[in-house]
Structure formats: C-alpha cells, structure tokens
C-alpha cells in the first residue's frame, strides 16, 4: 500500500521552496515520519492554514523512496493559542523539540502520542512551567528514563533530612552517605523531590491543582535540564532560551 492514513501532529516544519514545507509528524501508528507537503506556501492553497507547527490532524500520505508526501490533510485542533502566546509558544517548540530529538523514526509509539497531545493541550491553558516539566519527565519515563526519586538510587538507602541530593549521572536521588562520594550531583529541597514524583505519576488533567513555590520551580527546572542533557546526545536548541525566560519569570 503506497497511500496510508496516519493521525499526527506537526512537530516541526521547514519551508522548501517557495511552494512547499517539509514536515516532521508525529504519528499514533507509525512513529515519527518526514513528509512534503507540496503547494501548501501558495496563498491559494487549502493546506497553507493547516501545514504549521502543532496542528493535529487526520493526513493521508504516499509513500515516497526517501521522504513521503501528504496529500491530504484535516485540521482537527490547531492549537492557535500556542503561535500566539509568545511564552506559550516557547514551551510548545521546546517540547516539540525534544520529541524530535528523542523519538525514533518510524517506531510506533501510542502513549507517547497521547502525551504529547495532552500536553499540547495544557500548555494552551495551564501554567507552562508546570506542563513542561510533567511532559519533560513523562517522555524519561516511557523512553525507560524513569528518574528514581523514592530511595537513594546508589544503596536503597532511605532519603533523610530535608535537603536530598540528586545525581543526573546515576539517574535519582541520593541518600546522605553515597551524596559525598557523587561530586557532580546537586542539592534540592524534599519539595522538590515531591513535586517531580507529583509530575510524574499524577493525571495530566490533574496537574493544574498543583502549585510550585519560585525555589522548586528553578530546582525541577535546573534537575530536568540536566537529566535530560545526560540521556540525549544533541543540544536542544531552545533550552536556554527557555531557562533565560523562567529566570526572568523567578525574578519577577
Ligand atoms: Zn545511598
């Protein structure tokens, strides 16, 4: 079958020539896939308000040697909030970014497309921070990163006292007598602790109950980052632009 139907969301989109895009999506059945979407930069053309960065949508596509082609494709929610909505809009490109680094062409990958879909939708209405940090350790877990955050990730040892160490390196926290010998790991508080187990395990549709003091939100954030600097070989582009607006945020 050289024709097929994928449901997707648009991950990441390059002009090509004056006439077309190339288009990154990610697709429920069918992983992450590299499409054209021919004529779609023509002012006349119907796709050219639906081939844009977060659409999610039904697209039928052909088959290609190198690079397949949409042919067809139905807007179900664009997710306009997020292109209009600066911040929002940074947080929309990081994690898109990250699925883009992480997820592997052509693996079919259900629940990561759930998570993604979901998060998409938050971030048009939740706090952004606290989305992109429950999507950031989400995608760890089921990329089979899961953080250990319950006992020291060294012994098993219980975790005492209210400043706990983490190590990105070893993959979880850290009781008081392995910490010592993990220079590199950091010290946050138990809140934080707490609050990334909260990120990780609660409903997503839940979250917006949760509230993050300044202190845990620069501590999850700076955990995050490096946890997932550890784990994926390439730099993600729009990370520091990211810590650079939470700082801001901190500050104000
Ligand atoms: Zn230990």
């Not at 997820?103 to 998060?119: D, K, N, R």
């Not at 997503?204 to 939100?217: A, G, H, N, T």
Request: charged content about 25%.
């Amino acid at each position: 079958m050289k024709e097929y139907k994928a449901e997707g969301i648009i991950i990441r989109v390059r002009d090509y020539n004056e006439a077309d895009r190339i288009v990154t999506l990610l697709t429920s059945e069918h992983g992450k896939i590299q499409a054209i979407a021919k004529g779609c930069r023509k002012q006349k053309s119907r796709k050219r308000g639906i081939i844009q960065q977060f659409t999610y949508g039904d697209f039928i596509l052909y088959r290609g040697r190198s690079l397949d082609t949409i042919t067809q494709c139905e807007s179900r929610e664009s997710f306009a909030v997020l292109r209009e909505d600066l911040d929002r809009m940074a947080y929309g490109v990081y994690i898109t970014e990250l699925l883009d680094g992480f997820a592997i062409q052509g693996e079919s990958h259900g629940e990561l497309f759930y998570l993604t879909l979901v998060s998409l939708h938050l971030l048009s209405l939740a706090d952004p921070i606290l989305v992109t940090r429950a999507f950031e350790i989400r995608l760890m877990n089921l990329l089979g990163y899961r953080p250990h955050l319950e006992t020291c990730v060294n012994c098993g040892g219980d975790l005492i006292g209210s400043r706990i160490a983490f190590s990105s390196r070893l993959g979880g926290s850290l009781c008081h007598l392995c910490a010592p010998g993990e220079p590199e790991s950091s010290v946050c508080s138990r809140g934080t602790i707490n609050m990334l187990k909260q990120l990780s395990s609660w409903d997503l549709k839940r979250l917006q109950v949760l509230k993050m003091s300044p202190d845990i939100r620069r501590e999850t954030g700076e955990i995050m980052k490096n946890y997932i600097a550890q784990r994926l070989d390439k730099k993600i582009k729009s990370a520091d632009f990211l810590q650079s607006l939470e700082s801001m945020q901190n500050i104000g």
